[in-house]
């Protein structure tokens, strides 16, 4: 079974600076997609990144990129440029997808809160 | 606007009774629904999978005669937990591919207190 580790409870950076999350999973699969989920007080799950493991290319997204090295099996945020609305807990996600299609379920980390300082 | 519609988005009931919640697919089909539990200050657990037009796939661990999922139509999918109790209250969030546009959405999830 896959499992997703993410080490940091909690993290805190000031407004403006840049901060990393961290992640690691564990899968015996070559094919399968990893996310990282911001989910606000409002508890609304809102997608940040999405990573396919086939790329070698690093995902971003504006002030998000993710540093993905599949040897090591390591999916880590990082924020640039911090903002006040940045502050939210955050999943990381893996996905495996199947031949046939159609198991879009996800195996999430435990979280990392994030406070952003002004 | 949202795409995928859960309902309510919190319930109060007492111990002893069912609730109801039900995860809409606002703008396309999906014949595949998940639904997922998340305690307080903790991650989000898989619970199950809804199948449209047969039975859902239920999670190690998870009562299935607990928490009855019909999947009836290709936009609707529903969650009601049987007997609720104490330990029942959560919040739970739906989510729906929309493999068309290969996109997973998520519901705004429902708070249940189980008194």
């Known amino acids: 079974a896959q499992t997703v580790t993410q080490s940091q409870p909690e993290m805190s950076v000031q407004e403006a600076e840049t901060v990393t999350l961290s992640c690691t999973y564990d899968?015996?699969?070559?094919?399968?997609?990893l996310f990282w989920y911001k989910q606000p007080p409002s508890r609304q799950m809102i997608l940040v990144i999405r990573q396919e493991a086939y790329k070698q290319q690093n995902a971003t997204e504006n002030r998000f990129s993710v540093n993905f090295q599949k040897a090591a099996k390591s999916f880590s945020l990082k924020i640039s440029d911090s903002q006040l609305g940045d502050t939210a807990m955050y999943f990381c996600a893996f996905m495996k997808p199947t031949a046939q299609g159609g198991s879009e379920k996800l195996v999430f980390g435990k979280g990392t809160k994030l406070t952003v300082n002004p | 606007g949202a795409v995928v519609s859960q309902h309510p988005s919190w319930v109060i009931c007492k111990s002893g009774t069912s609730v109801k919640i039900e995860c809409r697919s606002l703008?396309?089909?999906?014949?595949?629904m998940f639904w997922y539990r998340q305690f307080p200050k903790q991650s989000l657990m898989l619970m199950a999978t809804?199948?449209?037009?047969?039975?859902?796939?239920?999670e190690q661990g998870v009562e299935k005669d607990k928490f009855l999922i019909n999947h009836a139509s290709l936009t609707l999918s529903t969650l009601t937990v049987t007997s609720a109790h104490p330990e029942d209250s959560s919040f739970y969030i739906c989510s729906a591919p929309d493999r068309a546009r290969g996109k997973l959405f998520f519901g705004s999830g429902t708070q249940l207190s189980v008194l």
């Open positions: 899968t015996s699969e070559n094919n399968y997609y």
């Open positions: 703008d396309f089909q999906a014949t595949t």
């Open positions: 809804s199948n449209e037009g047969s039975k859902a796939t239920y």
